[in-house]
């Protein structure tokens, strides 16, 4: 069993170049936020995805349209046909939960048609205010259901959009398919998809679009019902052209379709770790190189090799550790929950227990690796010339 050097020695070293050890933990805090952000970005995103999907709820859409609900074009009857075709609906004081909904991407203008702001891509959805009943984990924040004119905007919509939250508050004016609409409240739905769009009667909009068509009907299955008898009126009326999807299955869809994004999310987070290992190994390369002497009378007064390493590896781990902390704080507090757009809408990067875990993984495996590669190198030099180099 070999000695080890006194733990008080590592911590020592750190302070005895305060220069190079501040530059070296602030460029190691660096690269760990930026770890933090992709990881969150990815968090995010995944999590957004998999709070829109209600196990329970169903959509029906047009036949081949795969993933593109924005271009799916169904008839209006068909809100009627599902109910009184397919068993299993919830159903609540006669009332059955099918939401039919009008859904599209279409330039929205901010202000009145007096202000000249510039008009952002936007998703706007028409519906009944039977959507309360389907989308269960929507609940309006502040203001009213909108009437004849008005609209409501979700959470995230001014991030959607481009703009300022002030420019969506409850009173304000919004541009649609060049009428103007008074923002009546604001929703949240959980942090699914749903808060990036902005929601309207469906009367109202089918009349500002001149369609008489739906996008979508969404319907609620009571508990214990079977999919299948939903999926199997939509393959038998070929004349409606329907195909049923549960939604956690199109989310899941959606989350696959998404999978190069993450991938190329991760390579970012390879490469960042990677550019971060590269500049703790020329900084611990000069610390370590300028300490040969001291390295090599540790030797002579009974040290062994290892003992050195281990202590070296000490003094990288510690940097790193605290430099993990410092950008956890700093995710935690300036990047969770920071907006993001994103193509589908928007979403709140999530700084959780898998980022954290990840992010000051990533910052203690720079530490350990920027350290080994310069410590095995200066301690291969014999005793005798390391003393020399004094």
Request: net charge neutral.
């Amino acid at each position: 069993m070999f000695r080890l050097l006194p733990w008080e020695y590592a911590t020592r070293n750190l302070f005895r170049r305060p220069l190079r050890t501040l530059l070296t933990f602030a460029g190691l805090t660096m690269v760990i936020v930026l770890v933090f952000i992709v990881v969150g970005f990815i968090r995010g995103l995944e999590r957004s995805l998999d709070v829109s999907g209600d196990p329970r709820t169903a959509i029906v859409f047009s036949l081949g349209m795969g993933e593109n609900l924005e271009y799916s074009s169904i008839a209006m009857r068909t809100s009627d046909l599902v109910p009184a075709s397919v068993a299993g609906i919830q159903e609540r004081y006669g009332k059955k939960y099918v939401s039919p909904e009008l859904y599209l991407g279409t330039e929205i203008g901010i202000g009145s048609e007096h202000e000249e702001l510039p008009a952002s891509f936007g998703l706007v959805r028409g519906l009944t205010q039977a959507a309360l009943l389907v989308r269960r984990q929507v609940e309006i924040e502040e203001g009213l259901w909108p009437a004849v004119g008005e609209v409501i905007v979700g959470q995230m919509a001014a991030t959607k959009l481009g703009t300022s939250e002030d420019q969506l508050a409850v009173g304000r004016s919004l541009q649609i398919e060049g009428r103007t609409w008074r923002i009546s409240g604001l929703f949240s739905a959980g942090g699914s998809s749903f808060e990036s769009e902005v929601w309207c009667r469906l009367d109202d909009l089918q009349q500002a679009m001149k369609r008489q068509d739906l996008s979508i009907v969404a319907v609620t299955l009571a508990p214990g019902a079977d999919f299948v008898d939903l999926d199997l009126f939509c393959k038998e009326r070929l004349d409606l052209e329907l195909q049923a999807m549960r939604e956690t299955d199109y989310y899941a869809t959606l989350q696959r379709d998404y999978g190069p994004i993450r991938w190329l999310a991760w390579l970012v987070v390879l490469l960042v770790s990677g550019a971060g290992v590269f500049a703790g190994l020329n900084t611990m390369y000069g610390s370590v190189v300028g300490r040969i002497p001291e390295l090599a009378t540790l030797q002579t007064i009974g040290f062994v090799r290892r003992a050195i390493i281990v202590s070296l590896l000490q003094e990288g781990l510690l940097l790193a550790a605290g430099a993990s902390l410092l950008a956890a704080v700093l995710a935690l507090f300036f990047v969770n929950g920071a907006a993001v757009r994103f193509t589908m809408g928007a979403f709140s990067l999530r700084i959780d227990s898998v980022c954290v875990l990840i992010g000051c993984g990533v910052g203690l495996s720079l530490g350990l690796l920027g350290a080994i590669p310069p410590a095995i190198r200066a301690l291969r030099m014999p005793i005798v010339d390391g003393l020399k180099a004094f």
